[in-house]
């Protein structure tokens, strides 16, 4: 595609139930981010992917978030046992390198924990 | 730690009136800075890219300097237009990788 593509777009989910959110990169990026954007909040780093390797997993808020990357291309952002607290925007991002390349940000996916 | 700090939060002008957005940043050793744009209920969009290298980056009505030794940024938005009502953000990519932003300018062009 043309650009960065997240899905679902918006999701509400029950307290307690697992999620998978989707990010379908720019063909060809190497480098591949997630961020959150709570309500009137500022963007929080989550982890990002060199491949499909994360080498800083530092920003993911508990153990009930992970996220994999496979073939260098489409990322998976997965939270166990959602809380009301993890309601979100969470907007993903990829690039040509991680270094020195303009970023280019996905729609992002609308997480409402009820 | 990496702190990025927009200035101000928000800014209200008539149209036509030039915009200027502050960004500024306590860590130099970046790899460079990205400004975007935010429209409510969107993801960013990206304006301008400027290397840690470059001084300035133009496009179109817009224009970007940075001062990476006294880390600055500022934006430039000539002749403002409704259109440009969103919100910026400004963004460090660290030596660690990471992208650092800012909590943004809420921009209002009134017509």
């Known amino acids: 595609g043309a650009g960065v593509s997240q899905s679902p777009s918006n999701k509400v989910t029950e307290k307690g139930k697992d999620v998978e959110l989707r990010c379908d990169p720019i063909?060809?990026?190497?480098?591949l981010y997630w961020y959150r954007q709570s309500l009137g909040q500022g963007l929080e780093f989550l982890i990002y992917?060199?491949?499909?390797?994360?080498?800083?997993k530092s920003g993911l808020p508990s153990d009930r978030f992970s996220a994999e990357r496979t073939g260098g291309s489409v990322s998976t952002l997965t939270i166990q046992r959602t809380q009301q607290e993890d309601s979100a925007v969470y907007l993903c991002?990829?690039?040509?390198?991680?270094?020195?390349?303009?970023?280019?940000f996905g729609q992002g996916t609308r997480l409402t924990v009820v | 730690k990496q702190e990025v700090t927009q200035i101000p939060a928000a800014l209200s002008v008539p149209e036509g009136e030039n915009l200027v957005l502050n960004c500024s940043f306590t860590d130099s050793a970046i790899y460079n800075l990205q400004w975007f744009r935010q429209d409510p209920g969107k993801g960013l969009t990206s304006l301008l890219l400027?290397?840690?290298?470059?001084r300035e980056q133009t496009s179109g009505r817009l224009n970007a300097s940075l001062d990476k030794s006294s880390g600055r940024s500022t934006l430039y938005i000539a002749a403002s237009q409704p259109g440009d009502s969103a919100t910026y953000l400004c963004a460090v990519r660290r030596g660690d990788y990471k992208l650092s932003f800012g909590a943004g300018t809420t921009v209002t062009v009134r017509a």
């Open positions: 992917f060199q491949g499909n390797s994360a080498p800083d």
């Open positions: 063909s060809g990026h190497t480098a």
């Open positions: 991002a990829s690039s040509l390198s991680i270094m020195n390349t303009e970023a280019f």
């Open positions: 400027i290397q840690s290298s470059q």
